[in-house]
């Protein structure tokens, strides 16, 4: 089995009370023509500690992906910190990034276009060996691909075919072997099981709960889906337009949800027992055509049915800590019902 | 059989049908690799299998017809139009084949530094590009050639230039795709250096399209080195092209009708068959149909 | 089949009956949709749903004739009220698109005209089917967008499809396909494409365009969510067949078919116990050109036998209305009802 190289910072058992990673006021603005700019990250502070999975939930335009781009380094933050392992993310060398990289693997959404089509499975696979590990031999190579595949629930025969002759979730699968490839301690997962059929997404979330056990991994898990994220995750952030609104421990969170677009997002999810869709979201507004610019006060409230209050439209509201480890960002936070009750009042 | 191994047998199964089988199994396609195998195999062997000797001069039979004996003729000095025409393949080839070369590689490399460097530099280059793709290829083609002269490598890197900044144009744009795929990002997470990214991942995706400009780059070389020579501006005597050949038809039409008839023919093919060729590649190459 | 069958079910507005579809393949064609029947009633909807492979799209694009040129329908019958789609000439064929029964699709960007306003491409719809002038048509689109609840309609008639946002594409779109009053629509996947809160909205919109216009729906779509909160009745597809038909609350409630079980089984929802796996079906659906013998969900059924690979089992009519390809079908219902 494929063992985890130990890493000096945790071998002495004082790097297990720090946050394997730290992100402090992160952003990320894109400067398009016109002087208008897109705020993708604007201030984003969170905590992923070792062997938990982070769940970041939004819809698009939430800047999720873009957050978990910057943290694998994909893309250079426009201010605020990254911290992995301990390391400042972004006064790292060249040098030490590459081998930092060794520890933070990525699965990507789209299964097929994540694989260059042009290689097989085995070749896929061990591409970060070749980068990394350049002192094995070929067979010591398919060995270890030989391994991964069957840690992944895949067959040795697969390591010969291509891309295009697999199905969705077998891609998927190499996907993941390859990011396992040389141990790493992090994996950020960015909507990993969003574009397969619903029976291989069970499938896949097994498979990534297994290894996690197994291995001992540390996951962000990146969705739109609620349900899915509250299966997976033990801490979860929503975010909003760039700003995370909501966070808070799992049961906490969804316990009882506080921001208003939480019960937008929890009240839009369909099913056969929810035959009509909860009051909740009716009272949200949609999203508005057109990139956002500038929102003055809350980014939320132009689509809050509270939106319309003074406060709120001057002034944009800070992460507050209301339960432990539960946070809102919200001048007005509240279960369903009362947000429903206050939007018929007002 | 378990589900996953009917997936790996459906593998086997197409493998036999990978990008080459697909292309000879279409009859214009086949065809059209099958003319280009004729013409550089007796462009080539020549010396081997040419009935007579280039110039085996034979006064007894100036401007003879298409005959048993002489398959195209012969010219004003009794030599074998066919013989000429498979020597005067030799240089045309050549010429267009090291030209192709010289402007793909040009071209893809110009097309790469462009597509990395974003900005100003990047912009600039392309701009040249399309500077140099809105003159007339062979206008062009004869300005450089009075300029530097037309001796065979002149030649061969003047129409490298001619060729390239298409290539640089479609270099660019295969790359710049490439570079938004998933794959791209996740060889970048994975640490590989911008060598191994380039080389061993983003290229042996663009070949393909790369591949089937080569073919038409090629076709296209044939023809301007052609009309070059045929106006006195291309391959100097005594080197023979099948642009000489045809300029030397062209003179003595009247005396025989034939005479240009051959080397034409020959430069028609061989640019059409090319054409199909980079065609049919194209189509089989293009990601939207496998 | 017979005229007297026709008869019996005349208040269907669209009955299906043993369609399939077949591809050219390399050595042997292939059918990816291998004999589906079913049929809508007026103001019904019904939702079919199945996993990539199953052959639920093409099924949809079968029934509006807008199948890829290399396929064809090889057998069965389309009856819109009294007429054969599938005997219709194209020209026909052309007239009933948008007037009887039109599609809404999963992409609203690719199938929006980007270089036309979007009031013109609905203007233009509208007038394709009825005598009407400009100016008329220009007034209905706009009312049209206020109905599929587009604001500023007025303005929104000269915005381009760029400049909308994935909803209100969707909702032109959906404009577009009512504005000719077809009795039928089918709906591929109109929900996918959008985020969670714009799929509400959509589908809510779906809704009330049922209920004002008395239009039968034809959902199509992977998601059992959506489904099961929108349709009534849904259908169940698996490698090209009906495995399954009923009610939706019975079907999701109380499935038959062993296919539908774990399909059921594997969708994680809200309130799902954290600590337990889900369980899987396990294995990946057989590719069209590959079919298991017999029935072609056996190799992954864990209550497969050995009559399962032998024969193929017809849709068998049980109780209370609901329909199940399987063997063993009637013991099944009665150990979940």
């Known amino acids: 089995m494929t063992t985890r190289v130990a890493y000096a910072d945790t071998v002495s058992g004082t790097g297990a009370s720090q946050p394997l990673v730290q992100v402090e006021d992160l952003a990320r603005h894109f400067r398009l023509g016109r002087g208008h700019v897109v705020r993708a990250v604007d201030g984003v502070s969170l905590e992923i500690q070792r062997g938990e999975t982070f769940g970041l939930v939004g819809e698009s335009g939430s800047g999720k992906s873009t957050l978990a781009r910057l943290i694998l380094r994909l893309d250079t933050p426009t201010s605020g910190h990254i911290r992995f392992a301990d390391r400042d993310l972004l006064a790292s060398s060249a040098d030490e990034l590459r081998r930092l990289r060794r520890r933070m693997q990525v699965v990507f959404q789209d299964p097929f276009t994540s694989l260059n089509r042009r290689k097989t499975v085995e070749q896929i696979i061990s591409l970060p060996l070749t980068v990394h590990e350049p002192q094995l031999d070929r067979a010591a190579k398919r060995a270890r691909v030989s391994e991964l595949l069957d840690l992944v629930g895949l067959r040795p025969e697969h390591a010969r075919a291509y891309p295009r002759q697999l199905s969705g979730g077998q891609c998927q699968r190499v996907n993941i072997a390859r990011a396992l490839a040389l141990g790493p301690e992090f994996v950020v997962l960015d909507e990993a099981v969003s574009a397969v059929d619903v029976s291989i997404q069970a499938q896949i979330l097994n498979l990534l709960r297994d290894l996690q056990r197994q291995i001992d991994l540390t996951y962000l898990f990146?969705?739109?889906?609620?349900?899915?994220?509250?299966?997976?995750?033990?801490?979860?952030?929503?975010?909003?337009?760039?700003?995370?609104?909501?966070?808070?421990?799992?049961?906490?969170?969804?316990?009882d949800p506080q921001h208003p677009y939480t019960h937008a997002l929890l009240a839009s999810i369909p099913s056969v027992e929810h035959r009509r869709v909860h009051a909740a979201s009716n009272v949200v507004q949609e999203a508005p055509a057109g990139e956002s610019g500038m929102i003055a006060g809350c980014r939320f409230h132009p689509r809050c049915p509270l939106g319309h209050r003074d406060v709120c439209r001057t002034q944009d509201p800070q992460l507050r800590e209301i339960a432990g480890g539960h946070s809102v960002a919200c001048h007005f936070p509240q279960s369903a019902e009362s947000l429903v009750a206050a939007a018929a009042s007002s | 059989m378990s589900a996953a191994g009917a997936t790996i047998e459906l593998a086997l199964d197409r493998r036999r049908r990978n990008a080459f089988i697909r292309l000879v199994r279409r009859p214009p396609a086949a065809l059209a690799a099958g003319v280009v195998l004729v013409l550089v195999v007796g462009a080539a062997a020549a010396p081997l299998v040419a009935p007579?000797?280039?110039?085996?001069?034979?006064?007894?039979?100036?401007?003879?017809?298409?005959?048993?004996?002489?398959?195209?003729?012969?010219?004003?000095?009794?030599?074998?139009?066919?013989?000429?025409?498979?020597?005067?393949?030799?240089?045309?080839?050549?010429?267009?084949?090291?030209a192709t070369l010289i402007s793909m590689i040009a071209g893809?490399?110009?097309?790469?530094?462009?597509?990395?460097?974003?900005?100003?530099?990047?912009?600039?280059?392309?701009?040249?590009?399309?500077?140099?793709?809105?003159?007339?290829?062979?206008?062009?083609?004869?300005?450089?050639?009075?300029?530097?002269?037309?001796?065979?490598?002149?030649?061969?890197?003047i129409l490298g230039c001619l060729f390239a900044p298409a290539t640089a144009r479609l270099a660019r744009s295969?790359?710049?795709?490439?570079?938004?795929?998933?794959?791209?990002?996740?060889?970048?997470?994975?640490?590989?250096?911008?060598?191994?990214?380039?080389?061993?991942?983003?290229?042996?995706?663009?070949?393909?399209?790369?591949?089937a400009r080569a073919t038409l780059v090629a076709a296209d070389a044939i023809f301007v080195e052609a009309s070059l020579s045929f106006v006195g501006l291309g391959v100097q005597p005594p080197g023979t092209s099948w642009g000489t050949l045809l300029q030397a038809g062209y003179t003595n039409l009247y005396r025989s009708y034939w005479y240009p008839i051959f080397p034409g023919l020959v430069i028609l093919v061989a640019v059409l068959a090319l054409n199909i060729l980079g065609d049919n590649l194209q189509r089989v190459l293009d990601p939207a149909r496998a | 089949m017979n005229a007297q069958r026709a008869a019996s079910s005349s208040s269907a507005v669209l009955e299906v009956r043993d369609l399939a579809v077949e591809f050219p393949g390399h050595g042997a064609a292939f059918r990816p949709v291998r004999g589906v029947s079913l049929s809508l009633e007026r103001g019904q909807r019904l939702g079919l749903v199945g996993e990539s492979g199953s052959g639920k799209s093409l099924t949809a694009l079968a029934l509006?004739?807008?199948?890829?040129?290399?396929?064809?329908?090889?057998?069965?019958?389309?009856?819109?009220?009294?007429?054969?789609?599938?005997?219709?000439?194209?020209?026909?064929?052309?007239?009933?698109?948008?007037?009887?029964?039109?599609?809404?699709?999963?992409?609203?960007?690719?199938?929006?005209?980007?270089?036309?306003?979007?009031?013109?491409?609905?203007?233009?719809?509208?007038?394709?089917?009825?005598?009407?002038?400009?100016?008329?048509?220009?007034?209905?689109?706009?009312?049209?967008?206020?109905?599929?609840?587009?604001?500023?309609?007025?303005?929104?008639?000269?915005?381009?499809?760029?400049?909308?946002?994935?909803?209100?594409?969707?909702?032109?779109?959906?404009?577009?396909?009512?504005?000719?009053n077809p009795d039928v629509l089918i709906a591929d996947e109109p929900t996918t494409a959008l985020d969670m809160t714009t799929q509400?909205?959509?589908?809510?919109?779906?809704?009330?365009?049922?209920?004002?216009?008395?239009?039968?729906?034809?959902?199509?779509?992977?998601?059992?969510?959506?489904?099961?909160?929108?349709?009534?009745?849904?259908?169940?597809?698996?490698?090209?067949?009906?495995?399954?038909?009923?009610?939706?609350?019975?079907?999701?409630?109380?499935?038959?078919?062993?296919?539908?079980?774990?399909?059921?089984?594997?969708?994680?929802?809200?309130?799902?116990?954290?600590?337990?796996?889900?369980?899987?079906?396990?294995?990946?659906?057989?590719?069209?050109?590959?079919?298991?013998?017999?029935c072609p969900f056996h190799p992954r059924c864990p209550a497969a036998e050995s009559v399962c690979s032998e024969s193929e089992p017809a849709l068998l009519q049980l109780r209370g209305g609901r329909r199940a390809a399987c063997h063993f079908a009637d013991a099944r219902l009665d150990r979940t009802a």
């Open chain 1, 222 to 255: 990146v969705t739109h889906d609620l349900s899915v994220v509250r299966y997976m995750a033990n801490t979860i952030a929503v975010m909003y337009l760039g700003r995370i609104v909501e966070i808070g421990p799992r049961d906490e969170l969804f316990g």
């Open chain 3, 200 to 294: 509400a909205r959509i589908i809510d919109l779906l809704d009330s365009l049922v209920a004002e216009r008395g239009m039968a729906v034809l959902l199509i779509t992977h998601d059992l969510g959506v489904a099961g909160s929108f349709c009534d009745a849904i259908q169940v597809m698996y490698a090209g067949r009906i495995v399954e038909a009923g009610e939706a609350l019975d079907v999701f409630g109380h499935p038959v078919h062993p296919y539908t079980e774990g399909l059921v089984a594997s969708i994680c929802e809200l309130d799902r116990d954290v600590d337990k796996p889900i369980v899987t079906i396990a294995g990946q659906p057989p590719l069209p050109q590959r079919l298991p013998h017999g």
């Open chain 2, 108 to 157: 893809t490399l110009w097309g790469f530094v462009a597509a990395f460097r974003k900005g100003w530099v990047g912009e600039t280059l392309m701009r040249i590009a399309d500077a140099a793709m809105g003159m007339p290829v062979i206008l062009l083609g004869l300005v450089l050639v009075a300029a530097f002269g037309a001796s065979t490598t002149s030649l061969i890197v």
């Open chain 3, 64 to 180: 509006m004739r807008l199948l890829p040129r290399q396929a064809r329908i090889a057998q069965g019958s389309v009856m819109l009220d009294d007429r054969d789609l599938v005997a219709l000439s194209e020209r026909e064929m052309t007239r009933m698109r948008g007037g009887r029964i039109a599609m809404v699709y999963q992409d609203p960007m690719s199938s929006l005209n980007p270089v036309q306003t979007i009031g013109h491409q609905i203007a233009e719809a509208i007038r394709a089917h009825e005598r009407v002038g400009r100016n008329e048509a220009r007034g209905r689109t706009i009312e049209l967008l206020r109905d599929v609840g587009v604001t500023h309609a007025e303005r929104r008639f000269d915005s381009y499809p760029h400049e909308f946002s994935g909803g209100m594409r969707q909702r032109a779109m959906i404009a577009m396909a009512v504005c000719g």
């Open chain 2, 52 to 98: 007579y000797k280039p110039n085996a001069i034979n006064f007894t039979h100036l401007f003879a017809p298409p005959s048993a004996t002489h398959l195209f003729g012969t010219d004003e000095l009794g030599r074998d139009l066919l013989t000429r025409v498979m020597y005067g393949g030799r240089t045309s080839l050549e010429i267009a084949a090291a």
């Open chain 2, 174 to 211: 295969s790359l710049l795709s490439e570079l938004q795929s998933d794959y791209y990002l996740a060889a970048v997470s994975v640490g590989a250096s911008a060598r191994r990214i380039v080389l061993g991942e983003l290229l042996p995706n663009t070949l393909p399209v790369l591949l």
